[in-house]
């Protein structure tokens, strides 16, 4: 196989990312070139990929000004000892709350506390074994669906359909498969409006700028009002008591502080989007890597019949599927889901170390540079699983691998995400061996969320015996 994207050294591929420029584009470079930043990771100088802090400049807005936080400590400080000095910034808020209205991921203050409150028994890792069995059928009934077509196919879209169907009936009560390929379609063109939306962030005043941005989300939110409404109603109707939604809605009856339909709604749009997206777009990225490196396939594959033999996983395999989560952490590793935090900094600050932060600025937060920090991993361009195995994993400073982000605004559903995707993996590699036939042409591009910059055409043949 051609490796292009994936440049082929003497032992071995490294897997695709932008080249590095030598120096930050800076306001004149972009505003002459503003396709740099259409996918941000891609303007990121070398030495920001060995250095702790770093001033930058993108776009006229004050916002604009800021300095990019690559040190554990200084991280831990922002996200967590401090983090009320620094909440989500405009910016980013600005892009996605068009879309997904108030909801966990957007929402603030007393709003997001109670809502969180309302989620998260459903997100312990105690509760969430529960949803085993469902991942691993939902997994069976996937490697089969593309068994039994026996011809190329986008493994990043079926990732997506099974997912789909996941977050359906496990958090929303609902069937969705007369749906999931409009909510698939609507979410990728929505997302692939990225690089219009953050340059009308970066330059334009805030006035202006929602404006533009309401404009382009307006059809993709429409889409998904429709497909939110309907599960509503569904939900509505459900004698199921357990999934999360119609938990949120009883609950927040019982106490007095109703979620009216738009609240709802919002939740609703949200757990769409984030609740599939994250394992989805993982998965893919994972394949893609596995296409790379066949022998960590094969070593998924001896430890999944070492541990299950012929019968289908359980939550209880997973501890001992140790490589096969090793596999998902080191992909989460070099293609986090959320390529870049970006905080607005309120008031002056000083960081671990002595650094000074300027309140009005923005502090950059980059899970992609700071996953591959040269300090901080060894070959860090390289795809190692085993260095979240065993003593290495251990040494890993906790603020030097953030694929979740953290503090209090970690993703709810880290442990769900985790657990769906070591026994989906798990199941996929039990049944089947699956190669990506376009990866020397893949590059990851940074929406939203960071995806390939093209659909990955697959195939996959059954295992013998």
């Known amino acids: 196989m051609a490796i292009e994207n994936a440049t082929r050294l003497s032992d071995g591929p490294v897997p695709a990312r932008p080249r590095a420029p030598t120096r930050s584009p800076g306001i004149a470079a972009a505003l002459l070139r503003p396709q740099l930043l259409a996918n ?15 001033d930058f400049r993108v776009g006229i807005a004050s916002a604009g000004r800021g300095i990019f ?39 603030s203050g007393a709003t997001w506390r109670r809502n969180r409150k309302l989620a998260a028994p459903i997100f312990q890792h105690s509760s969430v074994r529960d949803f085993a069995p469902l991942f691993v059928n939902a997994a069976q009934h996937s490697v089969e669906r593309v068994l039994a077509e026996d011809k190329p196919f986008a493994i990043d879209r079926e990732m997506t359909r099974l997912t789909l169907e996941i977050i359906g009936e496990s958090i929303l009560g609902a069937d969705l498969s007369d749906d999931i390929e409009g909510i698939g379609d609507t979410v990728t063109h929505t997302l692939d409006k990225f690089p219009a939306m953050f340059l009308a962030s970066t330059f334009l005043p805030p006035a202006f700028r929602d404006g533009f941005i309401e404009r382009l989300v307006q059809p993709g939110r429409r889409a998904l009002d429709i497909f939110a409404r309907k599960i509503i109603r569904d939900a509505k109707n459900n004698d199921n008591e357990s999934t999360l939604l119609k938990r949120m809605m009883n609950a927040s009856a019982a106490d007095g502080t109703e979620m009216n339909i738009d609240q709802v709604r919002d939740e609703v749009a949200t757990f769409l989007l984030a609740g599939h997206e994250t394992t989805a777009t993982t998965l893919s990225w994972t394949w893609y890597l596995l296409t790379l490196y066949p022998d960590a396939l094969t070593r998924i594959q001896a430890e999944v019949d070492e541990v299950a033999g012929g019968r289908a996983l359980t939550a209880d395999d997973v501890p001992r599927l140790a490589y096969t989560r090793a596999v998902i952490d080191e992909t989460l590793r070099l293609y986090p889901v959320v390529a ?23 502090a950059l937060i980059s899970p992609w540079v700071m996953h591959r920090h040269r ?6 361009d390289r795809f190692d699983p085993n260095r979240f195995l065993g003593e290495e994993a251990r040494s890993i400073p906790r603020y030097a691998y953030l694929p979740f982000g953290g503090g209090q605004r970690i993703c709810i559903g880290a442990s769900f995400a985790l657990l769906e995707a070591v026994l989906i993996l798990g199941t996929f590699a039990q049944h089947a061996d699956v190669r990506v036939l376009n990866a020397g042409a893949v590059m990851p591009q940074a929406r939203i969320v960071l995806r390939p910059n093209m659909p990955l055409k697959a195939e996959a043949t059954r295992r013998k015996g």
């Open 69 to 107: 936080v690559n040190e554990p400590e200084a991280i831990r400080h922002i996200l967590v000892t401090n983090a009320e000095n620094y909440p989500k910034d405009d910016n980013q808020l600005a892009i996605l709350k068009p879309l997904l209205g108030d909801g966990l991921l957007t929402s």
């Open 375 to 380: 300090r901080h991993w060894r070959d860090a």
């Open 340 to 362: 870049n935090i970006m905080r607005k900094i309120e008031e002056d600050d000083v960081l671990p170390g002595g650094v000074t932060l300027r309140g009005g600025r923005t």
């Open 40 to 54: 941000l990771i891609a303007s990121f100088p070398d030495f920001w990929y060995e250095t702790d802090f770093s």
